[in-house]
């Protein structure tokens, strides 16, 4: 059970990440620093989905998903879709 609250709390992370995507991109008066951070909230999108795909890819393959590890921007930055 613990494991699935883990994952619900990741998920929780992303939404409050996304609705603060959405707001900035709502702004018709965004300047730069609304550009840094909505630049700095797709990395952190990036980086929890990535940690949730290896918590879910680990549980399947019956490894531990406790092990799954947030990785480095330039990592899931580089990923191809």
């Known amino acids: 059970m613990e494991q699935v609250d883990r994952d619900a709390t990741v998920l ?36 929890c989905w990535d940690l949730l795909r290896q ?6 393959t019956g490894g531990d998903p406790s092990k799954a590890q947030v990785r480095p921007a330039d990592v899931v930055e580089r990923y191809v879709g």
């Open 55 to 60: 918590r879910r890819a680990l549980r399947e």
């Open 12 to 47: 929780g992370h992303i939404q409050r990440l996304v609705a603060e995507e959405n707001q900035l991109r709502e702004r018709p008066d965004a300047g730069p620093e609304e550009g840094k951070r909505l630049a700095h909230l797709q990395v952190e999108l990036d980086q």
